[in-house]
């Protein structure tokens, strides 16, 4: 396996070779062949090259050559001027104080010696405003707010530790095994040989470099965990439930458990996992009540579709009452939109077995029969009431994503000039009622 390394030119044999060793480093070090050199080459100089590891060591393939940056030309020079500066001050007025803010009364009359006339609405109102008016829509109450969850950020402090005790021939094994196991170095090292028997050059010996594999991927899976158990133990309060089921459940790693630097602080994690999902379970009811108390029934389904811990039973008390509110969302007045909002709702939530519909409403789209279809596997005693039959075996659809909005596109600016044209704007459509909750 080749790798890109800089190093340093020691000494000229004379014989066409060079001995030469890492920058900065007293190891590797080793000797090259001259002819890849540049004609200016000397002692003391540090070079990129492409160099190849095995386990009878380090062999310069071939010269990297870097790119110079381009001097450009024709740059422009500043001549200041020979003039005296004159610096520009300037002042503002100042407001006099017995300067009031006209009133309407106070207004200039016109040419006519009338004053302009109110306008007068549809009513019969006086209104200075016209534009139309957009319909009145009352926003739904606000919910309380949990703080965002964290997502797990470990650092590589152990796992660095481990590799800058290895040599530099042994890091591209130790990497390649931590992040795809022996077989990754195995399908690496086939590979590697396939390439070297086509060129007539001598194989690398594979035993070898699994043997090396294998005695450092303990070490180097422990410090892995590691450094996600010391992440996760920082963010603790806040830390995603599911990163931290993540960590706890690679503590039992064969690897990890032996080691004895883990076990302290697996055990203080999983009793922090137990704690976490006790009150993470107690704020998601809390959540689904509070949701329900100000008639945000699609809010109070999706909570419920998305527990803390998986396998929990929901409580029979919560789900009736969560069940009579998703039927009554379901009304034969309910606008179209808010049908198909609240059915999807009702599919994923765990009370969907409850929901019962007395009748299809009167008002039923293409949009509204398409949901029906597509959610009938979940909520069968709904389909059948559309006329819908599940049949034996369908598979469960999946949520939802969301959908990003649609930015508005930039107006084009006015034309300005004699020559431009004033047209009239056109009223704008009054905003349709959102049914998102």
Not at 68 to 87: D, M, T, W
């Amino acid at each position: 396996m080749s790798k890109r390394i800089d190093i340093e030119l020691t000494s000229n044999r004379g014989d066409g070779t060079w001995t030469w060793r890492a920058a900065g480093a007293k190891t590797p070090k080793g000797t090259l062949n001259g002819s890849i050199l540049d004609a200016g080459a000397k002692i003391g100089d540090t070079i990129k090259v492409e160099a190849e590891f095995d386990l009878d060591g380090v062999e310069i393939l071939a010269l990297v050559k870097t790119k110079e940056k381009a001097v450009r030309g024709n740059l422009l020079q500043i001549i200041g001027s020979e003039k005296e500066f004159q610096p520009v001050t300037q002042k503002f007025a100042d407001k006099s104080k017995d300067r009031k803010p006209k009133r309407d009364g106070d207004r200039k009359p016109r040419r006519d010696g009338d004053k302009r006339p109110p306008r007068v609405g549809a009513e019969g109102e006086k209104s200075g405003d016209r534009r139309p008016r957009r319909p009145s829509f009352t926003a739904p109450p606000e919910l309380p707010k949990r703080p965002a969850a964290k997502r797990l950020k470990p650092k590589r402090v152990h796992r660095a530790a481990v590799l800058d005790t290895l040599p530099v021939e042994q890091r591209g094994v130790a990497e390649r095994a931590l992040t795809g196991g022996i077989k990754a170095v195995r399908d690496a090292v086939k590979e590697q040989n396939e390439q070297l028997k086509k060129e007539g050059k001598p194989l690398v010996p594979a035993d070898g470099l699994i043997s090396m594999a294998q005695e450092l991927l303990p070490k180097l899976r422990v410090a892995e965990w590691l450094d996600k158990a010391e992440a996760a133990k920082a963010d603790i309060e806040l830390l995603d439930l599911r990163d931290l089921r993540q960590v706890v459940v690679g503590a039992d790693d064969p690897m990890v458990v032996r080691d004895e630097t883990t076990r302290a602080l697996a055990t203080e994690l999983k009793a922090a996992l137990k704690t976490r999902q006790e009150i993470e379970q107690t704020r998601w009811l809390e959540d689904i009540k509070s949701a329900l108390a100000v008639s945000r029934v699609i809010r109070a389904l999706k909570i419920s579709s998305e527990p803390p811990k998986a396998g929990q039973p929901f409580p029979a008390d919560l789900g009736a009452q969560l069940a009579a509110a998703a039927s009554a969302s379901l009304a034969s007045e309910t606008a179209p939109d808010r049908f198909s909002a609240v059915l999807e709702a009702i599919a994923f939530s765990p009370v969907r077995g409850q929901v019962k519909l007395a009748a299809a409403p009167p008002a039923t789209n293409e949009a509204v029969l398409a949901t029906v279809k597509r959610v009938a596997p979940l909520v069968p005693q709904v389909a059948s009431i559309f006329g819908i039959t599940v049949a034996p075996g369908a598979h469960s659809p999946r949520p939802l994503r969301p959908t990003r909005p649609v930015r508005p596109k930039a107006k084009p600016a006015p034309a300005k000039g004699p020559q431009a044209t004033t047209t009239a704007a056109a009223p704008e459509a009054p905003a349709a009622p959102s049914t998102s909750e």
